[in-house]
């Protein structure tokens, strides 16, 4: 890390970029931030008003536009630029979108001198991720996607909901593609430390593998929902970047859903995918590879080879 400075710079001010922004300046997880977007009279007047609610903050920020030479001494580069996932249109059709946004984004960072952290929010993140770690040339534990972090969020939301009791009580992931492909491996999911399956089981007049194949499926739809409400998500994903950041500056060592490469787990190498990891001051400390099922271990080679064909397509040159 660069000292006792905890300094993030954003790559694109947009509605997630600016939701990471307000959520990290509430939370006071960094000390300064930095602003970069290609409009640049945009990212000075997004610093400006943020600015202006330092008075009623936690705690003190530095918080300023700036340019791809101020990642030099960044612990933690932030990208959510790119273009917006429209009506109807799945991730993975942002793809080849959004990789040529990256060429222009990541080589410039790259050259400042910056050896902190990649963390990528920009959609099909995990893809994306995958293109950062391959311009970029950083070792695979600094290169992060934000994966399905907000849709493990979404999850244990909806369980605490049904089951009427905290989410902060539910230890259940949903892992692969952030995307269609995503899934919830039940067989690992706990209330407390008591399988969730087996608590439906026990109850069949209070809870039924239905409603947990309904939450699951609501989970897997929620972008498409919101988009199609009001255009766009992006309170969810700012306070779950906002997490993962807190974990890396505070070096938790807390496991969370990111988006990390696969050296062999669940039977994948190369593939960037949303997995239990364990995210501290170095980035990924280690990926947690679960026991699944045999239709659960299906579920996750389809969502890997998705992402893996996905992927072959690109000329990354």
Same mark, same amino acid.
């Given at each position: 890390?660069? =000292? ?9 001010? +947009? ?50 536009? =700036? ?14 630029? =790119?273009?917006?996932?429209?009506? +109807? ?18 080589? @410039?960072?790259?050259?400042? +001198? ?62 692969g593609e952030h995307g269609d492909s995503e899934f919830v491996p039940f067989s690992q999911a706990l209330l407390g430390t008591k399988s969730i399956l087996s608590i439906v089981e026990e109850n069949p007049m209070l809870y039924s593998m239905e409603k947990l194949v309904s939450i699951e499926e609501q989970v897997r739809t929620a972008a498409y929902k919101i988009i199609a409400a009001k255009r766009a998500t992006y309170y969810g ?36 995918? =949303?997995? @239990? ?41």
């Amino acid at each position: 890390m660069a =000292g006792e400075t905890k300094k993030v710079v954003l790559v694109g001010t +947009g509605m997630v970029g600016m939701s990471f922004a307000y959520a990290a300046l509430n939370q006071g997880v960094c000390n300064e931030l930095v602003l970069v977007d290609i409009n640049k009279e945009r990212a000075v007047g997004e610093a400006m008003d943020l600015n202006h609610g330092l008075a009623f903050a936690r705690s003190n920020m530095k918080i300023y536009a =700036g340019e791809y030479s101020d990642c030099k001494n960044a612990d933690i580069v932030i990208i959510a630029a =790119g273009v917006a996932q429209k009506d +109807g249109e799945t991730r993975l059709d942002l793809l080849n979108r959004n990789t040529e946004v990256f060429r222009s984004v990541v080589t @410039p960072i790259v050259k400042s +001198g910056f050896d902190g952290i990649f963390l990528v929010a920009t959609n099909p993140v995990d893809i994306m991720t995958r293109v950062t770690y391959e311009l970029s040339r950083f070792g695979a534990s600094r290169v992060i996607g934000s994966g399905t972090t907000l849709d493990t969020a979404r999850l244990r939301y909806l369980l605490g909901d049904y089951m009427l009791v905290d989410p902060k009580s539910i230890h259940a992931y949903v892992i692969g593609e952030h995307g269609d492909s995503e899934f919830v491996p039940f067989s690992q999911a706990l209330l407390g430390t008591k399988s969730i399956l087996s608590i439906v089981e026990e109850n069949p007049m209070l809870y039924s593998m239905e409603k947990l194949v309904s939450i699951e499926e609501q989970v897997r739809t929620a972008a498409y929902k919101i988009i199609a409400a009001k255009r766009a998500t992006y309170y969810g994903i700012g306070m779950a970047l906002t997490r993962i950041v807190k974990a890396i500056l505070d070096d938790e060592n807390s496991i969370l859903t990111c988006s990390a490469k696969l050296s062999g787990e669940y039977g994948f190498r190369d593939v960037f995918i =949303g997995v @239990p990891s364990i995210i501290g001051r170095n980035g990924i400390k280690q990926v947690v590879e679960l026991s699944l099922t045999d239709e659960e271990k299906a579920k996750f080679t389809r969502s890997a080879q998705i992402l893996q064909d996905s992927f072959s397509g690109l000329v990354m040159n």
